[in-house]
């Protein structure tokens, strides 16, 4: 048998099933009866446990709209969700009942959750969302600004409408500002462009009419006839094409306003003037870019960047000039070709208006430096060493994009992924994640960029551009580059809003550090947490009990249960303990879904977030550990013994009777063995020789459950503790002392351990004499309601409460159930239940004792017959919730062995499933769990053959087992 350590810890009563009555009630429930769910809830809450309450109102509202239970169900799932603090959901609930039914408590409820400042808020979104359809969007941007500005710092009970719905109203206006000038500005202008018909062979120009292209004409100059300069070509021989203005495109003429037309007019003279074109090319060029970057009219660019350039007349003499920007080195090879076309003007024409819109194009990705109000104090750029104070989200930035241009930020997301930006090439995108959908655009500069903005600083944006080339970090590209997908990411740098191009919000980051992925989020948040414990001998597999009063559960692979820890931790996080424990088990670990998985196989994955994790727990911790490996369980204390027993009969039995109502079976056992040893004890040497095996029976099914400290506890609380996972956890304990955060508790078992004391829901101050009555009253009902004709179930409830009396220390009552269970003929089934292992020994003890044989008769020797080597005892594998969603088998023989099977599966894991025992409440979980199956699959197995008396049999069995599992689950401290 598994070897007791001294203490069932009461840190280990987050692993009680608590819910069993519950499951049992619900099993019995039909899932479709609404005004049963209903009822079943309400007993929940008058039990105190609102989390079965809202099991079963969930259920209620699972069914629809449609059953007459609806509403009420609701209404008290959104009254929970209120006492967890889930105002937002409880409220939307609340509200949408009360608009589809007519509840008065649910009005109240809502009633009672409105401030003055949340009608007021709930008012302003409401006229905010009449102007956004109404496509007001400048008004709507004005109310939605006002009810977020009403909006509490930290979360309040009142029922305002959400922080993120106000947000995200407020991002879509923006957002449908911008692409409603997009949709409504640019692209018509860009849709609406289409090729001349008239000039698209000659490069926007046509033949002069007046000289027929001759660029000469005929005067009369004092009565003679010379050649004069065409007046209307100016000698060219050629014009402007009239349709489109040498463009070789047009458009509608209503898509441009009078003042886009006057721009994009000036700027065609200009661009085309021909002194301009009589200039060299590196001053030409000049003039265009000069012209581009300080245009401020978006139409008259984005007419440009809409035409794709023909250079019809000139594409040799692009062909010189390489990629843009253009480098001195190609402008002076291309200057000959420029020089050799001195009197060709058409062609120097057709090239600058085609250069026009190349630059102009090219200059897209550069747009966002156009933002007037921008910070550009390049020489005090932070990093994360020294971060801007100023931390936004992307949801914030896209909902005020006007408010935080004019200083530098930081910006937290989750990194999605990042690519080349497909528009030229210099840029990374980043793609950023936040709570909601935002419109910001993330970029770092690549180091391609930086020639092209000392170009630009140089060509006339200095003003625009700045130190940039000089500043910024370039190699950020690398640390982009190496960053994994899915992590929290933190950015530095500037919000750029492009009062020109779209998109419109832009991100300059300068420096970004890469967080945690979700999953080492998760680990981080639960396992920071400093603890002070201290553990002399701990099986390794009761540390789960502990950790989960932080919301954290233990499993083990490959690693044996067994293993004992001495610990102390004062002040160090739940991460570092943790991996000192792996360390000195020779193991590793790794974090799954909310639990601390003990293996020495782990992923390459799980190592890599073990150690992210712990890096981070080792720079925050201060606190004091140490981890040994222990061979030994703690000592039990051994209760009191007289110095020295009396000699006469008559105190020896005194003593003994007094012994066994306090439930010292060693002592009793004394008593008798040295009054059978008296001289005149001969005559009745039967009877106390049966008094002994009766004693020796009780020690031996008693001893391995301990007594509860709170017995002799005068200061005892009973609190409400939510852990870190949310649950719920009531328990009765002593609590030592108390600071502003944390308070240090005392178990029923002695351990001790600190919990947050933000964690307590609730706290009542209880007596002793108010603890000790509550635990005899319970007694007293389990004893009122046994069933005397349940033979094993009784004998099995007899049981229980004999070791609840002991844990409670009522003992006057232990012997006296035992007593009574000795008395069934039956009581060989619970030996047999309890201590398969031990018998053989037990019968035998319980059939001297009772007097069923002889106690002074002989035991036979055993004969020397061969015998068949005995099976290896079974080995359990290490405790586990059991797999209940497997299809039971169809064939009759495999649904009776599957049941037969999970039967004495469910036998082994209730005989290690007494108080005291490792893992006692979790293998009577198991235990519960096989034996329901085992029904299950007899109970089918009787629907296809009624008269099968093995199915009969193992039904009764296994119902009976079922039974006493469950009504167990939760009885004992």
């Not at 400048?138 to 509490?152: G, I, M, Q, T, V």
């Not at 000036?266 to 074109?277: A, F, H, I, N, S």
């Not at 009197?343 to 747009?367: I, V």
């Not at 005149?680 to 008094?691: G, I, M, N, Y």
């Amino acid at each position: 048998m598994t070897q007791a350590l001294f203490c069932l810890l009461l840190l280990a009563h987050p692993q009680t099933d608590q819910d069993a009555e519950f499951r049992v009630r619900l099993e019995k429930t039909d899932p479709d009866n609404g005004t049963a769910l209903l009822s079943l809830g309400q007993w929940c809450e008058q039990q105190k446990r609102s989390s079965w309450a809202e099991r079963c109102y969930r259920m209620v509202a699972d069914l629809g709209s449609a059953e007459k239970n609806y509403p009420e169900a609701v209404y008290r799932l959104a009254r929970i969700e209120i006492e967890n603090k889930l105002y937002t959901r409880a409220y939307k609930r609340l509200r949408e009942l009360t608009g589809r039914f007519s509840h008065p408590a649910a009005s109240v409820l809502l009633r009672k959750a409105q401030t003055e400042t949340s009608r007021r808020q709930r008012a302003l979104v409401s006229e905010g969302d009449k102007l956004y359809i109404a496509t007001e969007l400048a008004d709507a941007r004005l109310k939605y600004s006002e009810a977020f500005a009403l909006l509490p710092d930290d979360s309040s009970s009142a029922d305002f409408v959400p922080r993120n719905k106000v947000l995200e109203r407020l991002a879509l206006c923006a957002d449908k500002s911008d692409d409603e000038y997009f949709k409504e500005v640019f692209q018509p202008k860009k849709r609406s462009i289409r090729a001349c018909e008239r000039c698209s062979r000659h490069g926007g120009f046509l033949r002069c009419t007046t000289c027929s292209g001759t660029g000469a004409q005929d005067a009369t100059l004092r009565g003679k006839s010379i050649k004069v300069a065409c007046r209307r070509c100016t000698g060219v021989g050629y014009t402007f094409c009239p349709d489109c203005k040498g463009m070789q495109y047009k458009t509608q003429s209503y898509k441009i306003t009078a003042k886009e037309q006057e721009t994009l007019t000036r700027v065609l003279t200009q661009v085309r003037e021909k002194k301009v074109l009589e200039r060299p090319l590196s001053q030409a060029i000049k003039t265009v870019q000069k012209l581009v970057l300080n245009t401020r009219e978006a139409a008259t660019l984005d007419y440009f960047r809409a035409i794709t350039p023909k250079y019809s007349l000139s594409h040799r003499l692009r062909g010189k000039l390489g990629s843009l920007p253009t480098s001195a080195e190609a402008i002076k090879e291309a200057s000959g070709n420029w020089e050799a076309a001195k009197y060709r003007l058409p062609l120097k024409a057709n090239f600058m208006l085609a250069f026009t819109c190349e630059f102009t194009s090219w200059l897209t990705s550069y747009d966002m430096l156009r933002a007037r109000n921008k910070v550009s104090n390049f020489s005090e750029a932070p990093s994360l060493r020294s971060p801007p104070p100023t931390v936004l989200s992307p949801e914030l930035l896209s909902a005020f994009p006007d408010a935080n241009t004019r200083k530098w930020l930081t910006v937290t997301g989750l990194l999605d992924g990042h690519e080349f930006d497909p528009g030229g090439g210099n840029k990374s995108r980043l793609s950023i994640k936040g709570a909601i959908k935002h419109n910001v655009n993330f970029f770092i500069w690549r180091p391609e960029a930086k020639k092209d903005l000392e170009h630009l600083a140089s060509s006339g944006w200095l003003l625009k551009v700045g130190g940039l080339p000089k500043y910024y970090p370039f190699d950020i590209h690398k640390k982009l580059e190496a960053a994994p997908r899915g992590h929290k990411v933190t950015l530095v740098g500037r919000f750029l809003r492009n009062p020109l191009g779209h998109p419109r919000n832009w991100f300059e980051v300068w420096d970004l550090e890469i967080g945690f992925s979700p999953t080492q989020e998760e680990m981080y948040s639960a396992l920071r947490e400093p603890v002070e414990i201290s553990f002399p001998s701990l099986e390794i597999r009761k540390l789960g009990s502990f950790l989960r009063w932080f919301g954290i559960r233990v499993a083990l692979k490959g690693i044996t249960g067994d293993s004992r820890l001495n610990f102390q931790a004062k002040g160090c996080t739940i991460g570092r303990l943790i991996d000192k424990i792996a360390g000195t088990l020779d193991s590793n670990w790794y974090w799954e879904k909310g639990t601390v998985v003990f293996s020495r196989k782990i992923s390459k994955q799980q190592g890599e977030d073990v150690k992210l994790v712990l890096s981070r727990l080792r720079s925050e911790d201060r606190g004091k550990l140490l981890v040994l490996s222990g061979t030994q369980p703690a000592s039990r204390p051994s209760p009191a013994q007289p110095a020295t027993l009396p000699a006469d009969a008559v105190s020896l039995e005194d003593l003994a009777n007094k012994a066994l109502l306090a439930m010292d079976y060693t002592l009793a056992g004394n008593c008798y063995k040295k009054l059978e040893a008296l001289p005149d004890a001969s005559s009745r040497k039967k009877q106390l020789r049966r008094q002994r095996y009766r004693i020796a029976l009780m020690h031996e099914l008693t001893r391995q459950t301990p007594v509860s400290h709170l017995v002799s506890a005068s200061d005892l609380f009973e609190i409400n503790y939510r852990n870190s996972a949310g649950e719920l956890l009531k328990r009765t304990v002593r609590i030592l002392r108390r600071d502003k955060e944390h308070i240090w508790i005392q178990s029923s078992y002695g351990e001790q351990a600190r919990l947050r004391r933000a964690g307590i829901q609730g706290e009542k101050a209880i007596s002793h004499e108010q603890w000790s009555g509550s635990k005899q009253e319970e007694l007293r009902q389990r004893n009122s309601q046994l069933d005397k004709a349940g033979q094993y179930g009784y004998l099995s409830d007899l049981f229980s409460l004999a070791l609840f009396a002991k844990t409670n220390r009522l003992n006057t009552e232990g012997t006296k159930f035992l007593d009574r269970a000795f008395a069934s003929d039956n009581f060989g089934w619970l030996l047999g239940t309890y201590f398969p292992g031990d018998v053989e020994r037990l019968t035998r003890y319980w059939k001297r004792g009772s007097g069923r044989i002889d106690p002074l008769e002989k035991i036979a020797a055993p004969g020397k017959t061969p015998q068949e080597k005995p099976a290896a005892p079974s080995r359990l594998k290490p405790v586990k919730e059991l797999a209940r969603n497997t299809p039971l088998p169809r064939e009759p023989k495999a649904l009776l062995d599957y049941g037969i099977r999970h039967y004495r599966k469910g036998r082994e894991y209730l005989a290690r499933s007494l108080p005291g025992l490792d893992d006692a409440f979790a293998n009577k979980k198991l235990a519960l769990g096989h034996f329901e199956l085992s029904r299950n699959a007899s109970q089918k197995l009787l629907k296809l053959n009624p008269k099968n008396a093995n199915a009969s049999d193992l039904a009764k069995s296994s119902i009976l087992m079922v039974h006493t599992c469950a009504k167990d689950m939760g009885f004992f401290d």
